[in-house]
């Protein structure tokens, strides 16, 4: 039996960041995975300017310049109609997920966690503080972080399931041949209802897919297969299904000494779909709440610290569940798209909460000023 001060469990990028974290503060940290790394992840690897924030302010340097390729262009359409094409605009980046995920692990175990990548977690038990890895080895800790992903182990055993499937998110993807280096970012506000479609370039690869509240869409594979008709996707490849836990925040993520980060505490935005930003926040916050409950010798206190450090993040995820009733509910997402097409100030705000640069409120705010004038337009005929 190894002891350690904190156990992470899930080496994707909140995972990663909780052990590149703790380990930094000195304390004695497990990284387990039930990969290897480098490892395939779906995911649309939308690297926005958030995430860039991120990851220098928690690995202390930029993600590194030959796994990203950065767009300054973008094209959106809504239900079947192009609403505009924007050159210029905050970059947003692209990557794929086995590049990055493999770099953060590397962050990790540089700064000291011990590499328990590639053995499964097969047993928990919180009240011993004790894990089980497949092929028989146990660990206990003092506190756990649980990072393991939509279908998390560790909040599956706190509250017997992971998440509500008919209200979180679903996404579907094909990784498709390369497009043209000079291939705009392309969003499909109305390709899956309360959600949209992307076509990502990348450098090696387009990843296209759609993703929307999983009870809302009975029939996810034949809006992907209408989607995808839009493309020229030679060789149809397989297309990938995977859950997104948005729209299902846990408001305490976790027990006492047991912390949950990322998708496992569904830190994923409603709206947007964006994870990896929030996951690698919300890694490293959980490691500084787990470092300061061992310091002040009670790891109980660990939740608590945790939950005031995610202030600023539940309360994006509260605001975004708000104001995609504005987007995406039937009674208001026409003034949506024509406050979209018709203001250059609600797309420059769009893109900006895209970059990471404000919060949704000032969205918000910006699409509800353009209401009275479509509403005078529509009511007059003009
Ligand atoms: C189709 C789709 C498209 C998306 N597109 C984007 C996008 O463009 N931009 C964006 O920001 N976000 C996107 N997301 C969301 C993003 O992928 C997630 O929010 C992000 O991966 C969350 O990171 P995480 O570290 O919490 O979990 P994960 O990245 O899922 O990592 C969890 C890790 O835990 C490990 N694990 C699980 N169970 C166990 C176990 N029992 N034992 C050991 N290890 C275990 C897994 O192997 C995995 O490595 C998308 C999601 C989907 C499904």
């Keep these: 039996m190894t002891h350690y001060d904190v156990i992470v469990i899930g080496g994707g990028p909140a995972g990663g960041a909780a052990a590149h974290v703790a380990a930094q503060a000195g304390l004695s940290v497990a990284l387990i995975d039930k990969h290897k790394f480098p490892r395939?992840?779906?995911?649309?690897?939308?690297?926005?300017?958030?995430?860039?924030?991120?990851?220098?302010?928690?690995?202390?340097?930029?993600?590194?310049?030959?796994?990203?390729?950065?767009?300054?262009?973008?094209?959106?359409?809504?239900?079947?109609?192009?609403?505009?094409?924007?050159?210029?605009?905050?970059p947003i980046h692209m990557t794929m997920r086995r590049d990055m995920d493999a770099a953060i692990v590397g962050h990790a175990l540089a700064s000291g966690a011990v590499d328990l990548t590639g053995a499964a977690v097969e047993t928990l038990d919180l009240d011993a503080r004790k894990v089980g890895l497949k092929g028989g080895q146990h660990l206990t800790y003092r506190v756990l972080i649980g990072a393991d992903g939509a279908n998390s182990l560790v909040a599956r055993t706190l509250y017997g399931e992971a998440f509500d499937h008919?209200?979180?998110?679903?996404?579907?993807?094909?990784?498709?041949?390369?497009?043209?280096?000079?291939?705009?970012?392309?969003?499909?506000?109305?390709?899956?209802?309360?959600?949209?479609?992307?076509?990502?370039?990348?450098?090696?690869?387009?990843?296209?897919?759609?993703?929307?509240?999983?009870?809302?869409?009975?029939?996810?594979?034949?809006?992907?297969?209408?989607?995808?008709?839009?493309?020229?996707?030679?060789?149809?490849?397989?297309?990938?299904?995977?859950f997104l836990p948005f729209g299902d925040v846990r408001r305490w993520p976790g027990r006492a000494e047991v912390l949950l980060a990322g998708d496992a505490a569904g830190l994923v935005d409603p709206i947007t779909g964006e994870g990896i930003a929030y996951a690698m926040k919300s890694g490293a916050l959980a490691a500084e709440a787990a470092a300061e409950a061992i310091a002040a010798n009670h790891p109980p206190r660990a939740l608590t610290l945790y939950r005031q450090k995610l202030r600023p993040i539940h309360g994006a995820m509260f605001h975004a569940r708000w104001i995609r009733q504005i987007i995406f509910g039937r009674p208001f997402r026409n003034?949506?798209?024509?406050?979209?097409?018709?203001?250059?100030?609600?797309?420059?705000?769009?893109?900006?909460?895209?970059?990471?640069?404000?919060?949704?409120?000032?969205?918000?705010?910006?699409?509800?000023?353009?209401?009275?004038?479509?509403v005078l337009r529509s009511a007059t005929g003009r």
């Design 40 to 90: 395939e992840k779906l995911c649309g690897g939308g690297f926005t300017g958030r995430s860039y924030r991120y990851y220098q302010e928690i690995f202390g340097a930029p993600i590194p310049e030959d796994i990203i390729i950065t767009k300054h262009n973008v094209e959106f359409h809504a239900h079947g109609q192009e609403l505009a094409r924007i050159d210029g605009i905050p």
């Design 335 to 374: 003034t949506f798209v024509r406050a979209f097409r018709g203001s250059g100030t609600v797309r420059y705000q769009y893109l900006r909460l895209m970059a990471g640069e404000i919060e949704y409120p000032a969205l918000a705010w910006a699409t509800l000023k353009k209401v009275p004038s479509f």
């Design 166 to 242: 008919a209200r979180i998110g679903f996404g579907l993807e094909i990784e498709a041949p390369a497009p043209a280096a000079d291939a705009p970012v392309r969003i499909d506000f109305g390709a899956a209802e309360w959600g949209y479609g992307w076509n990502f370039p990348k450098a090696g690869s387009a990843t296209i897919g759609i993703g929307g509240v999983h009870g809302r869409n009975p029939d996810m594979k034949a809006a992907m297969q209408r989607y995808l008709a839009k493309f020229d996707v030679a060789g149809t490849p397989k297309v990938k299904g995977a």
